[in-house]
């Protein structure tokens, strides 16, 4: 018994998008246990996604769309498997309703070629999207063959794929032995450092051990194989205990965390309250920090000082300051989060200056060259300087800069 | 005759890795002209992968296969392919010097298992690999089949793809044609709608005119086969002609435009300034603005005002305002904007406050409310007000503020 992911799109054909969704339902698939051996990507064209069709429903059990489900002509994949299988299509009322719901909301009128989106074939059930007004389908066409539809947009397709087709192949009796994952994460040490510190626990089989590069960070999967996740956790945690032992405060959270929410929720805990001054990160850090929802009761704002003129004017920045360290430099970076931290009215300040390139480097301060000032509740201020260099480009520098800042102050507030 | 792409790898289908090598070649056949009708995966297994062969070479004339050419017992793609076609393996003379040339540049000894990477079939060419120990091959198992072969590692794949495999390909009379593209990109307009305005165009042949939607935003690819680029922007620039005068304002820009950098260019043209005062989007979108290399040249700062104090104290809104319309409404949002434009000093201000949930809505003020202001150079402010409804959540919510803050000043300086 197995599945298999037939993914529609001539976008794909012509690689103007990276196939994201068959990386997701990959990872689905492994993460339930089911069998998975092909994957095929084909545009649209009708001819062409029959004959897909016609040689995965031999090898698999469950046929995986993503794609092709959208209100504009060249969106064939819900007809299209209606036909192989000679079944007509019928409109579906609810989906009309949906569609019609969510354009009210925009204030604006259904498009006339929406109503394509709802043209099920009959016999199928809507397999609900709750973003966009594209649904799925949960359909048998046949006994021992279940056809599940997604739209090619990978954030609807996540939901869809996690509200309502795991439950139902799990009520299929479909994925009974999971395979649960801790994701342990770190940060302020390489890659292959933290593996020396835990290299043992890469020989555990039950639960495996294994490490993965984020984007700026370090990971551990701790991943156990079990009935349900009660059995795993019991297997997993005391792992999990004793690698955090080890890495000390290079551990900053896991699975969801991120160091945006893990220093809200160190705040929250605290009842204090910190601003931000960006001058290379130019609103970075504070997006970074209000994407948590109820940021509002510990981040109060902040000043963009991308011009030298801003860190003088609104952040009280003594122009001498400038004069001699330069706009990047660690007083500079002092001043400013001590600058924004009295503005304020805040417990904590954080201040960011850098060269975040491609231009602008020199000699002694070369692109990448970050300083992360700190101003502490008492007033007292200290800084950190980060040096990414120039290989990885202005982006990378940029969203690490705030992550780094925000490390900062999270290691400040466990130690 | 077609092209066909087969990439081999059991951590593909455990979604350890995303695939982008499928992506890299698929815009190479376009680029080529080289038509290419079904990706497939498949995991380290020869009897998978020779029914992979057995369903491809029914339908195209070359056969590109990535990974599984590595030294370890998993890598099985070169003997599996051999075995198909009933052909011996033989070790190459040269290939072997080569991987013992690269071990001795790290002064280590070839290890016995890299010997395997040597054997290719009776009849195939070497396709070389400058950087890794992994050759790929070249060869026709029968008239009218080419098969080539590439290392699963990108650098590599890439390196030997333009090198050695384009060259080839041109010499036996493949890619004289090649596809010309571009992207054309909206804003403020449906998918749908969009469609029904540029219907007549999906008719065309040369060039074609396909519709997709992008994160907020709207693309319309238009495509041409030529012999030369020249040739090809001949065949599209008029389309594209005719559908801006359709779009008008709603369309920004075309293939890497964003709408940060083509305001970013409207603001240099004009040597004009901007300033940002941010609500719910937190610094999105100041971070939007310097993204842009350079932006310092018309982006000066701004002021994250996320608390009401902030916005009051930093820029100077009136408190009577934000008691009568609140923090989130039309005169916050425009008092924000002429606030940040006059302490900055710049030309432009821009202010968005907005509830992006989940929690904060009202009857009056659903999740999804935005008002965006904008401050002109005259001081004059207007303001337009945002509903992206609550389905999408907070993150896309933010996102396409920032978006629609700096489409709200493109269309002023556009107009």
Sequence with gaps: MAAEIICVGTELLLGEILNSNSQYLAQELARLGIPHYFQTVVGDNPERIKQAIAIAQKRAQILIFTGGLGPTPDDLTTETIADFYQTT???????????????????????????????????????????????????????????????????EMHQMWQEVAVPYLKSQGWGQTSIYSRVLRFRGIGESSLAEKVTDFFNLTNPTVAPYAGKGEVRLRVSSAASSEALAREIIDPVVDQIKAIAGLDYFG??????????????????????????????????????????????????????????????????????????????????????????????????????????????????????????DPAGHTSHILLQFGDRRGREWIRYLSACQALDYLRRRLQS
């Design 89 to 155: 299509l019928q409109e579906s009322a609810a989906v009309i309703a949906d569609i019609e719901a969510k354009f009210a909301q925009t204030g604006r009128p259904m498009a006339a070629n929406n109503r394509k989106q709802a043209l099920l074939p009959v016999g199928a059930e809507v397999l609900a999207n709750e973003t966009g007004t594209a649904p799925g389908m949960i359909w048998h066409p046949q006994p021992d063959l279940l056809i599940l539809t997604f739209p090619g947009v990978p954030s």
């Design 254 to 375: 896991e699975d969801e965390d991120t160091i945006a929410s893990v220093v809200g929720t160190l705040l929250r805990q605290r009842g204090e309250t910190v601003a931000v001054a960006e001058s290379c990160t130019g609103g970075g850090l504070g997006a970074l920090l209000t994407d948590q929802p109820g940021s509002s009761d510990y981040f109060w704002g902040g000043v963009i000082a991308y011009d030298n003129q801003v860190k003088i004017k609104l952040l009280g920045v003594d122009p001498e300051i400038i004069e001699h360290c330069g706009a990047v430099g660690e007083a500079t970076a002092e001043a400013m989060a001590l600058g924004v931290k009295e503005r304020l009215g805040t417990d904590w300040g954080i201040g960011v200056t850098g060269i975040a390139g491609p231009g602008g480097g020199t000699e002694q301060k070369p692109v990448g060259t970050v300083y992360v000032g700190l101003a």
